[in-house]
């Protein structure tokens, strides 16, 4: 029997030609390949399945069925992955860096393999240039406490271990991945900051096309968490933060 892989990079699209080969191309550059590569697509209509059959030897394992949305299709890639890690890296998303797997398996050997691994995020458009840093750096220590001031960890940069995840709260149809990471991190004990930026995030992604939907379900997601006064104070101060660095950078 073959060892398991130490991580497994999912990618979840659907009607995404014009951006999934970009994605499959950050990863299969990587100068370290000892991981496994996920794809689930939702039954796409466009020329994505035809791109995922053309890569097919990049890609450890893959399915094209109709799922109930993103969240659904990142439960189906949870059952999917076998590696002790998983890290969603979705269509247009790309790594950092060709050595970004092989610095990240160096920090994980050398802390033992801590529950969590994450960093850093660059913000790109669809030409792949460089907007800027994402707006929510993250803290020097990341805890679940942290996630009272937004989201300050990006989805795309950070590695769960499978045996602290938890299956994604469908009840959430645009921000289970706050739950989900607010929940990941409150199960862990050893939290490991990498201080590299792992991952290029596109703009424009599913949650900040959905943007008042979103805080409001993260507003009820922190209120199970942190309580309803904890929270409504807090959100003066995120809303402060936000329409500061909306005004000087004009973009958020």
Sequence with gaps: MSEKPWLSIITVVYNSENLLQGTIDSIAAQSLQNFQYIIVDG???DGTLDI???NQQHISKWISEVDSGLYDAMNKALEM???KYVWFINSGDKLMNTNTIEDLYNQAVENNFPDIIYGETMIIDENDEIIGPRRLKTPDNLQWKSLKNGL????QSILVSKEVAPK???KYTIAADYDWILQSLKNSTNILNSKIVLSKYLDNGFSKNNIRKALRQRFGIMI???GFIPTLLQHFIIGFRFFTFLIKNRRF
């Design 152 to 155: 300050v960890v990006c989805h």
């Design 43 to 45: 039954k796409s209509n």
């Design 224 to 226: 199970r968490f942190y």
């Design 81 to 83: 992955a076998d590696g």
């Design 168 to 170: 994604y709260n469908l």
């Design 52 to 54: 995922i059959k053309n």
